[in-house]
């Protein structure tokens, strides 16, 4: 999944998925200059999605963002699968509820094949509450 990246480093999360954070150095091996910010994302590096659209050739891969302070914030997230986008890119802005079919990542996580138990939803499924910030994963 992470071939042509060197800077990328994998962590594991619940139901045997792999989780990229996007780490300083990460975001660095791949800006290509063009400015953060495509598709509507804070962080998403330019140049960046053709890399994602690549790694959906086999199988589907989603980028997702989150930004919560004091339980208040807002979520993106989108699906490449087979090399085109296949969700989203989805936005929850600040303040909204989440719609019927979940948080956008949590939406973004079942399109992956997560299965949230009852009362849980996806996020919560995979363990995603145990870390805030995405480097704390390979600590």
Do not use: N
Not at 45 to 55: M, R, S, V
């Amino acid at each position: 999944m992470t071939r042509g990246v060197p800077a990328a480093r994998l962590a594991s999360v619940g139901q045997g998925l792999p989780l990229m954070p996007m780490t300083k150095a990460l975001i660095e091996s791949v800006a290509d200059g063009s400015g953060a910010g495509a598709s509507g994302f804070w962080r998403l590096p330019g140049g960046f999605e053709k890399t994602l659209a690549d790694w959906s050739l086999c199988g589907p891969v989603a980028y997702v963002e989150a930004e919560y302070f004091g339980g208040v914030g807002e979520q993106r997230a989108a699906v490449w699968e087979g090399g085109t986008i296949v969700l989203g890119p989805l936005h929850l802005e600040e303040g909204r509820p989440f719609p019927p079919a979940g948080s956008p990542i949590s939406q973004a996580l079942r399109r992956l094949g997560v299965v949230a138990g009852p009362g849980e939803d996806e996020f919560s499924a995979v363990g995603l509450v145990r870390h805030r910030h995405g480097e704390a994963w390979l600590a």
